[in-house]
């Protein structure tokens, strides 16, 4: 024990932990001092949300130790217990909250902190939650439901959480995937504020640039093991990426776009969803033959209606949408993408795969009538296996093998898993949907040279993306949406950020400037 | 309209319309229980049944009144804590363990009916719960006999409205109740047993369900039969729906459905020689689904009904 200093709060102990053959931690040990801003770096997958959920016992390790400080210095902390824990004085911020929302938040800061078989002690519970309020200032409105609270209060409730009980250690995993910028730079101040305090802070990321902004060290794990461990303040960036996926990360480079002929085009396009709400307005323009075109636009502004007329969910209320030279006229998409349309969903844990159906079944799921896996009405259930084996590997989709659960994959391997079942296919014309918000820089490229290649191919691409760095990487051509209305903004070189930031805050001035 | 106005001018058909509402208020309390706590127990109807018999045979075999209550309560417990093992610890399937639940407190209590009393044709009666005078409350005119001569199994139904919407809203172990139907992730990241309030509620639930099939053997008739129960489990599932999961609500919901059946007796006997009695039978059931219609789409379910937990499960 002699290594460790005396204000250390937390060391974990070459903890080991497989599901199944798998190993997703691998003899990973570190220590957390008072007042420290740790942040665990690594792409999705690397094991950092499995080794937290060891230290605040939802996992039980197969190998190693916990201690957190106790009385007598470091204290082994009982595994599998959530409450011996918290007890420890252990918090945890999960990436997906656990909170009840049908209960105000400050019920769910209560719940479990009073003997359940008493009448509870709730002004004394909200005097105590107001002075952290005051001292963190975590604002939140303490009398309203949670379902009500925004994504970034509720976060503010689940940290109130874990400062009621008094924590020492403070876990938060992937913290601002959910937030806007703003209120990620709301968060960074506050969890400076506590640790000056005396908390220590653990901080699970997969962006490189907040992890440098907010930590004092950085843990970086890689396929289980800890590929390294720097102090922030003298990191280099390119050093830390290449620790991560532990290779040289190459750029991904792209050839200039030799456009073709117009697959699929809006001519003078509206779309009306729901009852009144028009979500496109005379929209027009052409998707072409190795060309790809990037949507640029705050979430919202009619990017929503475009990927529904693509993906075949919908047709124009007005105007035509052609595909081939030929007038789309029903939502059928299924025969879209017999024709050839490929689409990678928004939402593709939920649009893009079905949880528990096989990665052999979601691989075949868009074309099981056809002879490749269907034998006059029988599915050939060898040969889907078969593509799900040979996409497995070509893809490199981290899995159990054909047969595990969709839901199991990380969101990253998801998305290599529906990139394989519509690429495979030799698509025509292609949607990327945010192909790659959540995935890690490893995915994050291996995504875009896909794309790429499909482009190079002859295939007609449109990506739509809320990052801006994303579109410059891919596009040829941009185009803006605004209210539901889509601006040509034309060919990417020339373009700058603001310009297209003018353009998505609905300033036409900088559509003129562009024409002049 | 003057037959409408001649019903719900008496007495006698409030008084009725409680009495019918009593077993419901007891089985929709059981089932809100369960439900808040994320688990829905069909076996209600079969709970009521064993209820009904358990806590009759206790006293024919000379229990007193209360010790049958309790014994009621404690083989209701024991079906849920069976239906508790197959859903919560063993995960499976809520509606298949409930309705299995069900068909067997059915026939476990026609069983042990028929082997206690194998040769009688007559059903036995015992000396059941007579209603109580309160003293001033009961002699208010119109009201008094309206509202206040009732069994005490009435007046403990009423009084568990109000214990139990204390706990749920005003206590620890309520908030932590409410929680574990909602999100159970929650519960457990706060260091309480997902399992052990689940497991808890549902026998609490189950407890309370049985204590309405008693009413009805102890309250409300004083001899058991078979097919007395003869559905009203599964109107207190609907009712739960109907009261939002709230147990004002489903005081309201109760008392509603008694007063429509109540409603439809006194119809039959005015106007019955023009209409079928069967139209007036299904009266309170048509009406229920129309309340339902009117009241469920709006309905805030709890989030977690139906889902099992497992711990250290990737979710």
């Given at each position: ?14 903890i080991t932990k497989r599901?199944?053959?798998?190993v997703a931690n691998d003899g990973i ?18 094991g950092?949300?499995t080794l937290?959920?060891i ?6 390790q197969?190998?190693g ?159 289980g093991r ?291 | ?315």
């Amino acid at each position: 024990m002699t290594d460790i200093p005396a204000s250390a709060l937390l060391s974990l102990e070459n903890i080991t932990k497989r599901f199944g053959p798998l190993v997703a931690n691998d003899g990973i040990s570190l220590s957390l001092q008072r007042g420290e801003i740790l942040a665990l770096l690594g792409e999705n997958g690397a094991g950092k949300t499995t080794l937290m959920n060891i230290l605040f016992g939802h996992y039980v390790q197969d190998e190693g130790v916990v201690r957190v400080a106790g009385k007598n210095g470091l204290e082994t902390l009982p595994s599998g217990s959530p409450g011996a824990a918290l007890a420890a004085g252990v918090g945890m911020v999960h990436q997906h909250f656990t909170l009840a929302e049908n209960l105000s938040g400050l019920a769910n800061i209560r719940l479990g902190t009073e003997a359940l078989l008493s009448l509870g002690r709730a002004s004394a519970a909200r005097r105590k939650i107001e002075q952290i309020i005051a001292e963190s200032g975590l604002t939140v409105d303490l009398d309203r439901r949670v379902a009500d609270l925004t994504v970034g209060e509720k976060q503010r409730v689940e940290i109130l959480k874990a400062l009621y009980r008094d924590a020492k250690v403070l876990i938060l995993d992937e913290p601002t995937a959910v937030l806007t910028p703003q209120e990620a730079d709301g968060l960074f101040v506050v969890l400076r504020r506590l640790a000056a305090n005396g908390l220590g802070v653990i901080f699970i990321s997969h962006k490189l640039g907040e992890v440098l902004a907010i930590s004092n060290r950085i843990l970086v794990l890689r396929a289980g093991r800890k590929a390294g461990e720097l102090v922030s303040a003298t990191a280099d960036r390119r050093a830390i990426a290449d620790l991560m996926v532990g290779k040289a990360v190459a750029e991904v480079t792209r050839a200039p776009a030799k456009p073709g002929a117009a697959l699929m085009a809006f001519d003078k396009v509206s779309l009306r969803q729901g009852a009144s709400r028009q979500s496109l307005r005379k929209v027009s323009f052409e998707l072409r033959a190795g060309e790809i075109v990037g949507l640029a636009g705050v979430s919202g502004n009619g990017q929503a209606g475009i990927a529904a007329l693509i993906s075949g969910l919908a047709v124009p209320s007005e105007g035509e949408l052609l595909l081939y030279g030929k007038p789309i006229h029903r939502a059928d998409p299924r025969a879209l993408v017999a024709a050839g349309v490929a689409r990678m969903p928004e939402d593709r844990q939920h649009d893009g795969v079905v949880g528990t159906m096989s990665v052999a079944d979601n691989i075949a799921i868009e074309e099981v009538r056809s002879p490749a896996f269907s034998r006059s009405g029988w599915l050939d259930r060898k040969a889907m296996r078969a593509r799900a084996q040979s996409a497995i590997a070509a893809y490199d989709v981290r899995c159990l093998g054909p047969d595990a659960e969709a839901r199991l994959l990380s969101g990253g391997n998801v998305q290599k898993l529906i990139l394989a079942r519509v690429l495979e296919r030799e698509p025509r014309v292609i949607l990327a949907n945010q192909p790659t918000r959540g995935l890690d820089v490893g995915a994050q490229a291996e995504v875009h040279r896909r794309i790429i290649a499909a482009r190079d191919r002859g295939a007609a691409v449109m990506v739509i993306s809320e990052d801006l760095d994303e579109l410059f990487a891919l596009s040829d051509r941009f185009l803006v949406a605004h209210e539901g209305e889509i601006t040509d903004a034309g060919p990417a070189e020339g373009l700058d950020r603001s310009t297209i930031g003018l353009l998505m805050a609905g300033h036409s001035a900088a559509a003129e400037g562009l024409a002049s | 309209m003057d037959v409408l106005f001649d019903i719900l001018g008496s007495a006698n058909f409030w008084a009725a319309a409680i009495r019918i509402a009593t077993p419901l208020i007891f089985g929709v309390l059981g089932a809100l229980i369960c439900e808040r706590a994320g688990v829905l127990n069909l076996g209600i109807e079969g709970i009521f049944v064993a209820g009904a018999m358990a806590g009759w045979l206790a006293v024919y075999l000379g229990a007193g009144l209360w010790g049958g209550v309790l014994v009621a309560a404690l083989a209701g417990a024991l079906f849920g804590l069976l239906h508790a093992i197959l859903t919560v610890v063993l995960g499976l399937s809520q509606h298949v363990s409930g309705i299995g639940i069900t068909l067997l407190a059915t026939s476990v209590s026609y069983f042990t009916y028929r082997t206690a009393l194998p040769d009688v044709s007559t059903p036995p009666r015992i000396a059941a719960f007579q209603p109580i005078n309160i003293a001033g409350l009961s002699d208010i005119p119109f009201l008094g006999p309206a509202l206040f001569q009732q069994t005490p199994m009435t007046f403990l139904a009423l009084a568990f409205v109000a214990i139990i919407a204390f706990v749920l809203y005003r206590t620890p172990l309520g908030l932590a109740i409410r929680a574990v139907g909602d999100n159970p992730a929650s519960v457990e990241a706060q260091g309480l047993s997902v399992r052990g309030l689940r497991i808890g509620a549902v026998v609490a639930g189950s407890a309370l369900m049985a204590l309405g099939g008693a009413f009805l053997t102890m309250s409300a008739f004083d001899a058991f039969f078979f097919g007395m129960v003869n559905g009203r489990g599964w109107i207190c599932i609907a009712l739960v729906v109907f009261a939002s999961w709230q147990p004002g609500k489903a005081l309201l919901g109760a008392l509603l459905f008694g007063a429509f059946d109540a409603f439809q007796i006194r119809l039959q006997a005015q106007i019955g020689q023009v209409v079928p009695g069967q139209v007036f039978l299904m009266l309170p059931y048509l009406l229920s689904i129309v309340a339902l219609i009117l009241v469920a789409r709006r309905a805030d379910y709890p989030r977690a009904l139906l889902q099992p937990w497992t711990k250290g499960q990737r979710h």
